[in-house]
């Protein structure tokens, strides 16, 4: 076991203190990770005969079972590790996802699960959002809040507060994926948020339908949802059922009836950040629990995050990440940062098509969501 004598700690087959037995799991998770399964059993074994239900060496004994081919003991190893924390069982919402994809295999299944229940104990508050609703917008002014004039990367946001002591971990995220599949396989459970503090984030159905539209065949969605074969206008695209106006409305409507599972909920519309950044940004703050730092932070990561000067972050790859780059070289339609506009639908969407989306919402899209009824 080379290596492994840095990081086992001296378990025996009785009992260990916690602080013993948390080294060996960081340990054992760590083998796994690099694929030294056999060092990585060993180590779950070693605490498993002390601590025969501890959660988080059952589960990895019964992923590197499945992996050394011995699938009914993975089966009974898992369903133990559920039972001693029945809670991870919540952490199914990235199955629709998978199986649209085609990667629904046992063990992609039960990795996936162990890791969003893993890195869900980590955040405090999460901005959920559709795509092409402002995400990167909102993830630079907060990153740029909190860096202010210190090197770093403002849209990695999870890995800033995380570094932070005394603020709270924020994650941006998706939800599901709901864009990547049909609508009537969206998770309606979001109970996964439970504890935490939710910002769901929205824009005008009708925006976000253009603006994903190129995303979707400019950018790589249409292969990440499995339907690279669709080739079709956007009036087609609207129609579809992956991705587009019902997926939308589903989405939102969704969160309508879930929002009080979380701790705390805040809605943040794109128009009104776009109408007010100062209060929108200030509430925002307030919300996530993140220090306050002045209103002149405040001002300077809006500024920072001005449609004008994200565009050339993207043009000039100055931050050199991959959530800020341009697909295809002249295109403008393929930039992230796309035209940044409220109302911009129109010019894009014929008068059918208009009337095809207006309906849906007046007739699908909850009451709650009042501005774009």
């Known amino acids: 076991m080379s290596g492994a004598a840095d990081h086992e700690p001296p378990i025996a087959s009785v009992p260990a203190p916690a602080e013993i037995v948390h080294r060996a799991i960081a340990a054992a998770y760590h083998f796994y990770g690099a694929k030294r399964y056999g060092e990585a059993s060993e180590l779950c074994a070693r605490i498993l005969r002390g601590s025969p239900d501890q959660f988080d060496a059952l589960y990895l004994q019964g992923l590197m079972c499945y992996r050394a081919g011995d699938h009914s003991a993975a089966a009974v190893l898992v369903e133990r590790a559920c039972h001693a924390r029945p809670e991870v069982l919540r952490f199914d919402h990235l199955v ?9 295999g046992w063990l992609v299944l ?40 210190r090197p770093g990367d403002p849209l990695e946001i999870f890995d800033l507060t995380k570094a932070e002591p005394g603020i709270p971990t924020i994650e941006f995220t998706h939800d599901d994926y709901p864009q990547l599949k049909p609508f009537d396989r969206l998770f309606p459970d979001k109970s996964i948020y439970q504890g935490k503090r939710v910002v769901l984030l929205v ?10 539209y190129f995303q979707y065949t400019r950018r790589g969605a249409k292969e990440r949802a499995n339907d690279a074969q669709f080739d079709g206008t956007i009036s087609d695209f609207i129609r579809q059922d992956i991705g587009a106006l019902k997926s939308i409305v589903a989405f939102y409507n969704i969160w309508v009836c879930n929002r009080t599972v979380p701790k705390s909920f805040h809605l943040l519309r794109y128009e009104a950040l776009h109408h007010e950044p100062a209060n929108e940004l200030r509430t925002l703050i307030d919300f996530l629990g993140l220090p306050d730092f002045g209103a002149s932070a405040r001002d300077d990561a809006i500024k920072f995050a001005k449609f004008e000067n994200m565009r050339r972050l993207e043009e000039t790859g100055a931050l050199r990440n991959n959530r800020l780059r341009p697909t295809v070289a002249g295109d403008p339609e ?5 035209r940044g506009i409220v109302g911009g639908y129109r010019n894009y969407l014929g008068a059918d098509d208009i009337d095809y989306v207006e309906d849906h919402i007046a007739r699908e899209l909850d009451p709650f969501y009042r501005w774009y009824r």
């Open 96 to 104: 629709g996802l998978l199986k649209q994809r085609g990667e629904a």
């Open 110 to 149: 039960h990795e996936t699960r162990l890791n969003e229940f893993r890195r869900s104990l980590k955040i405090s508050a999460y901005v959920v959002s559709y795509p092409k609703c402002g995400r990167t917008w909102v993830r630079m002014m907060i990153g740029k809040y909190l860096l202010g004039d």
């Open 203 to 212: 824009r005008d159905p009708r925006d976000v339908l253009v603006s994903y």
């Open 334 to 338: 393929a930039f992230k940062v796309r």
